[in-house]
């Protein structure tokens, strides 16, 4: 009897410890690369970026595995059509400031199209401007249950496809984009009826564009960046 109730605790902490270590195992694969990934950040080099307009080499302080936004915006060098995009932010708390003040920054997609970075815990702005919007066209659904507040790391992981044109240069198709943050997904293959959002390289729409990250003033840290480009 005792031997039995023995043996069923034993199986009941193994069994415990084993979804313990599956738990900690599978947290720790998420955000990993896959082997296709083009390695944007990887936590120490930021030699894939240059600083945006005068190309010269990226210059955001690089400290414990993060960048931080410091002298300008910066796109990557390699250019890309149709991609699949992770990378995580931090966001400073930052009290006195308000509204788009308040830990601003953005990632451009194609240098054009602004998922918007922003500290929006319990911090409103207008419409289309909170973290998770496609800045100026959609505010994120599943607000409530992405956001986070300062000081915690978050991930979006971005699906884009570009606009299509024809022979002619006629658009077929706008840009489209789904955009999970912290693993919920906040838009479903929107469309962007837009070339550029404010604030955006801009360029011809027909050709492909780097990755930009916005410097709005504000000590945002980027970590983990990655890209898988689609056959498009
Ligand atoms: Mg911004």
């Not at 699949?84 to 932010?89: I, N, V, Y």
């Not at 953005?106 to 909170?130: F, H």
């Not at 659904?141 to 956001?147: G, I, T």
């Not at 299509?164 to 962007?192: M, P, Q, S």
Request: glycine share 10%; aromatic share 10%; proline share 6%.
């Amino acid at each position: 009897m005792l031997q039995g109730i023995v043996l069923r605790v034993a199986c009941c902490v193994l069994l415990s410890a084993g979804l313990v270590v599956f738990y900690v195992k599978a947290a720790e694969e998420k955000g990993k690369p896959p082997k296709d990934a083009v390695i944007l950040f990887d936590g120490k080099s930021t030699e894939a970026w240059v600083h945006r307009g005068s190309k010269k080499p990226c210059e955001w302080v690089v400290k414990d595995g993060y960048m931080e936004v410091r002298g300008g915006d910066i796109h990557t060098k390699q250019e890309f059509t149709d991609f699949q995009l992770h990378l995580e932010f931090w966001l400073p708390a930052l009290p006195d400031k308000q509204g788009q003040g308040r830990a601003n920054s953005g990632v451009y997609l194609q240098g054009r199209y602004e998922i918007q970075i922003l500290d929006s815990y319990m911090n409103n702005t207008y419409k289309a401007g909170g973290c998770g919007a496609i800045y100026g066209i959609k505010d994120p659904d599943n607000f409530d249950k992405a956001v986070r507040p300062p000081g915690q790391w978050n991930t979006y992981d971005i699906t884009f496809r570009a606009p299509r044109f024809d022979r002619a240069g006629k658009r077929l198709e706008w840009a489209r984009v789904t955009v999970f943050w912290n693993g919920v997904k906040i838009h479903d293959n929107v469309e962007i009826p837009t070339d550029n959002t404010t604030a955006g390289m801009g360029g011809d729409p027909k050709t492909p564009g780097p990755i930009m990250l916005q410097d709005h003033g504000s000590p945002v840290r980027y970590r983990n960046i990655w890209i898988v480009p689609m056959k498009s």
